[in-house]
């Protein structure tokens, strides 16, 4: 029912910035949590951010605290990265993911390479 399309990725150097976005469909946009995850090259997927669509409360991982916000825009259904201070580490495929509720998050987009050079 909800689809979601990461866009934004790209190649960076160590210290440049990237903006990602994540458009999702449906009219109950407002309504969703919403979340970033990433997967790195042979690893697991990690939590990264989330807003929420009460509130827009916002939770980070402790790895990208001070460097990147999470932030959403409901008239355009849509969800932001902004990742400041890039490093080598942060290379991965970033999703977005929205929930409806307080329990898993039951919808994912395709993701978005994120490479950062040293």
């Known amino acids: 029912q909800v689809q979601l399309v990461e866009s934004g990725g790209g190649l960076v150097q160590a210290g440049d910035s990237l903006r990602l976005s994540c458009a999702a469909s449906?009219?109950?946009?407002?309504?969703?949590?919403m979340g970033w995850f990433r997967r790195a090259p042979g690893k697991e997927r990690r939590f990264v951010a989330s807003i929420s669509g009460v509130s827009n409360s916002t939770v980070y991982a402790d790895f990208v605290k001070g460097r990147f916000t999470i932030s959403r825009d409901n008239a355009k259904n849509t969800v932001y990265l902004q990742m400041n201070s890039l490093k080598p580490e942060d290379t991965a495929v970033y999703y977005c993911a929205g929930s409806t509720s307080s329990g898993p998050y039951g919808y994912w987009g395709q993701g978005t390479q994120v490479t950062v050079s040293e």
């Open positions: 449906g009219h109950t946009f407002s309504l969703y949590r």
